[in-house]
């Protein structure tokens, strides 16, 4: 599967402050998407949740985070 346009796929950053950057832009996306679904679909008891930031970062460490960047 390709990147969609104008996008590149790859490892989270090993650096810890670009990392903090993709992982903070990873929650607030996870919560714009949340804003998408009906309250049938998605109840509002769970349009906050995220991932915790600890298994995140674990993921990242481990590089099995990966992120979308513009190319």
Partial sequence: MEA???YAIG????D???ASD??????AIELAAAALFPG??????HRADTFPRDWVEAARR???LFVAREA
């Fill in 40 to 45: 049938e679909d998605l109840p509002p008891a």
């Fill in 16 to 18: 810890a402050a670009v």
């Fill in 62 to 64: 481990e590089g099995r």
């Fill in 22 to 27: 993709e992982l903070d832009a990873l929650a």
């Fill in 4 to 6: 969609p346009s104008g």
């Fill in 11 to 14: 490892a989270a950053s090993e």
